[in-house]
């Protein structure tokens, strides 16, 4: 897919083999650039598509999470840019980098040519690290990075455009899909979503899909926090698995897997 400008100076498109939306942001010296593909190929691609706009050079890239769809293409796209990611995602991609890599793999067709670009891959966490906040100026825009709290992971790191009403939200919002849990914090994410409605964005951009709205963001707070809810009760032996997926408001999968992580969470 090609770029749509959804801010001023501001486009996003999606595109890979895990439809992963990615964003530019520009000001009048530089641009910045969040979430870089699944590998060297789909990072190469992403590279010659920015070609195509007519904005200042890439110095910075932001990682929203250490999920390999969205970081593994760091080590192509980041050479002359500084790479910027929350503390934790650091931390993941060098302890549990490979785990990430595999994770992707079992995903895909053996023999694909995207599990051939994720196989080659170079690991190469951020080394530009954001505890809670870090203001960024491209030249006449300020941009804002900033972690919110945990959700999709513990480290999830969302790009604000005060100047566009706009934020990058990484994949604590999904329009492709249903949200995803399995490195989640489901009690967190509903109060993390909160606090990026409080920034009172107009267009959202999520980790995968459309950009969305300020109240599809709340409509999915809500999803998360009736199934959070639902599956807290059926891990204590209140209610059935059959009945909190028949009152949920997200997929049967989805119950089940916020379910399971919650038992991890909670195990021993």
């Known amino acids: 897919m090609g770029w749509a400008e959804v801010g001023d100076g501001v486009w996003v498109r999606r595109g890979g083999a895990f439809d992963v939306t990615s964003a530019v942001v520009t000001g009048q010296e530089a641009a910045l650039l969040v979430d870089t593909g699944a590998g060297p190929q789909e990072a190469a691609a992403l590279g010659a598509a920015l070609a195509e706009l007519d904005v200042p050079p890439v110095a910075h890239v932001v990682n929203t999470h250490a999920h390999g769809d969205h970081c593994f293409g760091n080590a192509t796209l980041a050479t002359r840019a500084t790479v910027w990611g929350q503390r934790g995602c650091a931390a993941q991609l060098r302890v549990r980098g490979e785990h ?38 491209l030249g006449g825009r300020t941009v804002v990075l900033r972690h919110l709290g945990p959700g999709h992971t513990d480290h999830d790191l969302v790009v604000h455009v005060p100047d566009a009403a706009l934020v990058c939200a990484g994949d604590l919002v999904e329009q492709a899909g249903p949200p995803t849990f399995d490195h989640a914090l489901p009690r967190a994410w509903p109060a993390t979503l909160a606090r990026l409605l409080a920034l009172d964005p107009e267009v959202v951009v999520p980790g995968h899909g459309d950009p969305v709205d300020a109240a599809f963001v709340s409509a999915q707070r809500q999803a998360i926090a009736r199934t959070v809810v639902l599956a807290e009760q059926v891990a204590t032996g209140r209610l059935s698995q059959a009945r909190a997926v028949a009152a949920a408001p997200l997929p049967a999968a989805t119950v089940r897997a916020v379910t399971a992580r919650l038992g991890e969470l909670d195990g021993p």
């Open 100 to 137: 990430q890599r595999d994770h992707l793999l079992a995903l895909l067709e053996a023999t694909s040519p995207a599990a051939a670009d994720v196989r080659a891959a170079a690991i190469a966490p951020p080394t530009a690290l954001v505890d809670t906040e870090t203001t960024i100026d």
